[in-house]
């Protein structure tokens, strides 16, 4: 694996680095070239331990050490001043290495949720932080997987990875179709679509929970509105989180960490 150092931003060999700005990513629900970046030795850990490739990696010389262990022989890896790398990517780079990860095939429904018994549907969820986030609860409280609507924002985004501190490479996770062929889908595994939302005939998150549904897909909604109504009309119960103070909800991300420590009480003994 060579180690080639660069000392122009200009350079070609860095193309897959270039503008990485929040502001020039969030236009594309993914990115161009199938590739996705990993930030940190320790997100490039994880990543390399589910199995993904990296094709290159981005360093500086204080960090090289770090990029040879992980990666041995399996990449280039680009050594530039921290100059360099923030006026190839757009911000300063903190964490000392960017990794270009080739962006693996998604599986099937089927496949990711055939074993599963507690998953995670994220419609429409646009914010990349609460994506990361909700992706680092289910790894941490118990769901067997995530599954994400077609306009839900990339997972493997470089913010929605960073929050997740990685798990989005631990969790099996995958894209639905529509919710008219999304629901059958879920309904013909075995699993209870329950909906986190406000409705006058909700029922509360421990009386739920304590009905001892055996496969659960609890829906979660975007950040403004909601659950759309394709997604309440598909669901069998709608859930809600008694709440304090005079406030009526949480946001998405901290929703699902509290829905998913009730859900998966019995799952994680």
């Known amino acids: ?39 940190s030795s320790k997100v490039l850990d994880r990543a390399l331990r589910a199995g993904h490739r990296p094709r290159s990696v981005l360093v500086q010389e204080k960090f090289l050490a770090d990029a040879l262990a992980l990666v041995g022989e ?13 006026r ?6 903190h964490r ?5 990860m080739h962006r693996p095939a998604l599986a099937s429904v089927e496949e990711v949720v055939r074993d599963a018994r507690l998953v995670v549907v994220l419609e429409d969820v646009v914010d990349h932080t609460n994506i990361g986030a909700a992706f680092r609860s289910a790894a ?39 919710w008219s062929d999304a629901a059958p889908l879920l309904h013909d595994a075995g699993f209870h679509l329950a909906a986190l939302a406000l409705s006058d005939d909700a029922v509360t998150l421990d009386a739920f929970s304590a009905a001892g549904h055996e496969r659960i897909a609890l829906l979660m909604g975007s950040e ?8 309440l009309a598909a669901a069998d119960t709608v859930v809600t989180i008694p709440m304090a103070g005079g406030v009526d909800s949480l946001n998405v991300a901290a929703a699902s960490a509290v829905a998913l420590w009730e859900l998966g009480r019995g799952r994680r003994a």
């Open 140 to 178: 941490a409280l118990g769901a067997d997987a995530v599954l994400v609507t077609p306009r839900c924002a990339d997972p493997l985004y470089r913010r929605s990875v960073r929050v997740s501190m990685g798990t989005v490479f631990q969790v099996p996770w995958t894209r639905l179709p529509e």
């Open 1 to 39: 694996m060579p180690v080639i150092p660069l000392d122009s931003a200009a350079d070609p060999r860095l193309a897959d680095y270039r503008d990485l700005t929040d502001v020039s990513l969030r236009r594309v629900s993914e990115p161009a070239g199938g590739l996705y970046i990993a930030e």
């Open 96 to 100: 000392g290495l960017l990794a270009s």
């Open 224 to 231: 403004g509105d909601g659950l759309s109504r394709g997604a």
């Open 88 to 93: 190839v990517t757009g911000y300063t780079v």
């Open 74 to 86: 399996d990449a280039e890896v680009y050594v530039v001043p921290a100059e360099v790398a923030e």
